[in-house]
């Protein structure tokens, strides 16, 4: 959706898969750059806007990509009705610029789908039980076509992006990573969790909930292609996992540059310590990661966490009032220049020493490792930035990643 051409080939390829017999409903973002320049109009007049008039402001980017594309689809003899997001409508919670899908009412798309029409939904967008305008966030087109997916029992949802695929970690940092033919929803939320931008994570986590099979292709490749191709072609999410399981230990490696380590130091090591540090970041509305509590000495312990690095200076002020209010003690130190690295697959259930071949490889590489956390299918480490593509090289060529 860059420009209005490529708008003209999106809609050429709905016109493709429309004339083969699919009932069609897309779910478009916002032309490139535009959420960017809309929010920086309200941020050229005041240093902290509403977030409530931040969203009647960005969502106006995907309403007008919706007409064009509809516009387009006429223009080709297609017929094809748009709709805001509030119009379907679209529930939310009022977490104004985060917030979440609540329902979706599907009675107006079946209409004109059974209709024979292209159905446009803008995506990104929403509407809380007050009837105000909510946005989901960064990336949140694709939660919106996920969630409209599911609402609809699709066969399968198409995320078009400027990938042609999951890579085994991202090509722009080790050029000979390999795209993935099919990923299971498992390793994808990790991957997408931990820092790989090729889908949001909510996208992938309703996919997940919903079984709903997504494939990720590129929407740069020709609209006219064959359609079997199409069909066939980047990197299929499912729930397949029990032969790729066996095939590979590790599936891909996933970084994340935008972390900040904090680090509450000697709190008194008793029950409730963590909420008192946590609840305020929490009321703050930011995420928080990776944790880890020293061993207590003396009755004194160090708390560390991390979060995203936009939010760390928001931390830290949370954190000055807080524990000064409620702890009465604890020096606030941080660091806003770490990254996260991690390899993930489903595969560690039934192979070991992958954290002894992770550890390895990245010593061998003079490496420090900042902090630690696993799951069943993933293990992460935070480092210094600085080390972060040298980690994530190292790492792929340890897993044999660059191996069909």
Known sequence: MGSTERIKNVARRIAKWHDAGHQIVVVPSAMSGETNRLLGLAKEISNDPDPRELDMIASTGEQVSVALLAIALHAIGKEAVSYAGWQVPIMTDSAFTKARIRSIDDSKVRKDLDAGRVVIITGFQGMDEDGNISTLGRGGSDTSAVAVAAALKASECLIYTDVDGVYTTDPRVVSDARRLKTVTFEEMLEMASLGSKVLQIRSVEFAGNYRMPTRVLSSLTDPLMPLEEEANSGTLISFEGDSHMEQAT???????????KITVMSVPDKPGIAYQILGPVADANIEVDMIIQNQSVDGKTDFTFTVPRAEYNKAMDVLDASVKAHIGSGNI??????????????????????????????????????????SEIKISVLINEKYMELAVRALHKAFDLDKA
């Open 333 to 374: 130190v941080g660091d806003a220049k770490v990254s996260k690295v991690s390899v993930v697959g489903v595969g560690m259930r039934s192979h070991v020493g992958i954290a002894s071949r992770m550890f390895q490889t990245l010593s061998e590489e003079g490496i420090n490792i900042l902090m630690i956390s696993t």
């Open 250 to 260: 590790i599936t891909g490696i996933a970084f994340n540059r935008d972390e900040a």
